[in-house]
T-cell receptor, first 112, second 115 residues
Framework: DTEVTQTPKHLVMGMTNKKSLKCEQHMGHRAMYWYKQKAKKPPELMFVYSYEKLSINESVPSRFSPECPNSSLLNLHLHALQPEDSALYLC???????????FGPGTRLLVL | EDQVTQSPEALRLQEGESSSLNCSYTVSGLRGLFWYRQDPGKGPEFLFTLYSAGEEKEKERLKATLTKKESFLHITAPKPEDSATYLCAVRSSTITQGGSEKLVFGKGMKLTVNP
């Protein structure tokens, strides 16, 4: 089973809202990732957690705040987003940092 | 300079018309080359991982090969359901941040297979 789940599938929010994206995997993977993907572009890495500790932070604006409550869950808290933040947000996980990454279905975010 | 280049950017095939997609890379210290398939509005679906030159892997109508400079994704007798964007990504010991190796993606190749 190589399933990564993400909720919600779609999200529309205003620029003053606070929302959270959730990601879950039950494969025993110890590394989890957040990517942002704009239309017709490849995924761009945002954050990497390894053993529940932040490993890579790609200088993402502070309006994006990641959280890894345990080895199976990864959240992305959103606050005061801009319209240009509208994109497909992808979660991925891997057995370890150097292993194959498996992606979830994504959350389509629209910021109005 | 792009470290991972995919060509062509888009490809249209007739059903049953075999072809190959190319992914060339300029990174050193390759730690893995990955192929993914992505349907519109969905997350990338893992296809193959290749680690060393000469390695080949197959899955149904797809076969991935690797040399020291590039990888090919061969599609044999494609069907309309093979239509998708195919992403190539590499991991290298020289592309790191925070002590961790990063995955570098190509821009993708949109494949359309007409019935």
């Amino acid at each position: 089973d190589t399933e990564v789940t993400q909720t919600p599938k779609h999200l529309v929010m205003g620029m003053t809202n606070k929302k959270s994206l959730k990601c879950e995997q039950h494969m025993g993977h110890r590394a989890m990732y957040w990517y942002k993907q704009k239309a017709k572009k490849p995924p761009e890495l945002m954050f990497v957690y390894s053993y529940e500790k932040l490993s890579i932070n790609e200088s993402v604006p502070s309006r994006f705040s990641p959280e890894c409550p345990n080895s199976s869950l990864l959240n992305l808290h959103l606050h005061a987003l801009q319209p240009e933040d509208s994109a497909l947000y992808l979660c991925a996980s891997s057995q370890a940092l150097r292993e194959t990454q498996y992606f979830g279905p994504g959350t389509r975010l629209l910021v109005l | 300079e792009d470290q991972v280049t995919q060509s062509p950017e888009a490809l249209r095939l007739q059903e049953g018309e075999s072809s190959s997609l190319n992914c060339s890379y300029t990174v050193s210290g390759l730690r893995g080359l990955f192929w993914y398939r992505q349907d519109p509005g969905k997350g990338p679906e893992f296809l193959f991982t290749l680690y060393s030159a000469g390695e080949e892997k197959e899955k149904e109508r797809l076969k991935a090969t690797l040399t020291k400079k590039e990888s090919f994704l061969h599609i044999t007798a494609p069907k309309p359901e093979d239509s998708a964007t195919y992403l190539c990504a590499v991991r290298s010991s020289t592309i790191t941040q925070g002590g961790s190796e990063k995955l570098v993606f190509g821009k993708g190749m949109k494949l359309t297979v007409n019935p």
